[in-house]
């Protein structure tokens, strides 16, 4: 249901298997193309402190889905009234932007790779503990 390899970047087989599962919870329309899923601790939205909100998105490309990307928002500041991107994985074009980082990176790059990885197994672990209180799939198209 959902492609796994991007190139030479390979998704960790938990990562995958969450997302089928989720998938699998909902009646999708045929025609559907584009689905977005985004995942929110509503607390972090008042105290500005504890797991960030993520959006996934996916593209159908034949009868498979792919992830297009993955991204993670904050409050850049105590006075900010709405998050921002912080991290963001383009899987499909193959690149990163980290705002700390002040700029695009290439998501091959080793690096980069461990960085991903690190990252779910960090979301992984906040999706076991139900941090999430909020997960919704929206269809785009």
């Not at 960790?12 to 909902?26: A, I």
């Not at 193959?94 to 779910?120: E, F």
Request: hydrophobic share 40%; aromatic share 12%.
């Amino acid at each position: 249901m959902i492609e796994q390899p991007y190139g030479k970047l390979q998704l960790p087989l938990s990562f995958h298997r969450h997302l089928e599962k989720l998938l699998s919870c909902y009646t999708l329309p045929d025609q559907a193309t584009r689905l977005v899923i985004n995942y929110r601790a509503l607390d972090y939205y008042q105290t500005k402190q504890g797991i960030h909100p993520v959006e996934i998105q996916l593209k159908k490309n034949d009868e498979r889905w792919r992830v297009v990307f993955i991204a993670s928002f904050s409050f850049i500041d105590t006075h900010r009234k709405s998050v921002d991107v912080e991290l963001y994985f383009h899987l499909i074009n193959h690149w990163c932007y980290q705002l700390d980082s002040g700029g695009r990176c290439d998501l091959l790059h080793p690096s980069i790779i461990d960085l991903l990885h690190s990252w779910i197994t960090a979301f992984l672990r906040h999706i076991q503990q139900q941090r999430f209180d909020d997960i919704s799939l929206t269809v785009l198209r």
